[in-house]
């Protein structure tokens, strides 16, 4: 089976004005969009919403001579916030079940693992 992961992107700073209600139905939504992945015969393998991209860290260098500095990595309106992992053999499926986030969510990006991974 073949892996993807499903990228949520978002406005931070709108999120966190959203209100509690709204914010539950979004939550909703992932549910449904988690039960609709195992109905379809597609596998969850993890998925989080991520913290805040102010509270990441930027590492280059190498082993033993890093320099370190705070986040995000991109200065944009929209950080990632969110991400699923799943397996499947139906590409074509999981797009469309990816569709029941857009409505929430709004554009979502899908792309496979290159080489099976590490």
């Not at 406005?11 to 509690?20: G, I, L, M, N, Y």
């Not at 074509?92 to 029941?100: A, F, H, P, S, T």
Request: charged share 30%; net charge negative.
């Amino acid at each position: 089976m073949a892996k993807y992961v499903v990228l949520i992107p978002g406005s931070e700073d709108t999120w966190e004005a959203t209100p509690q209600e709204e914010k539950q139905r979004v939550y909703n939504a992932h549910m449904e969009f988690a039960k609709l992945l195992a109905d379809r015969g597609h596998s969850f393998v993890e998925g989080a919403e991520l913290v805040r991209s102010d509270q990441a860290r930027i590492v280059s260098g190498s082993v033993d001579d890093v320099t370190v500095t705070d986040g995000p990595y991109a200065e944009a309106a929209e950080q990632l916030t969110g991400f699923y992992v799943i397996e499947t053999e139906d590409l074509d499926d999981l797009l469309k079940c990816v569709g029941r986030l857009c409505s929430d969510e709004g554009r979502v990006e899908v792309r496979a693992y290159a080489g099976g991974g590490m």
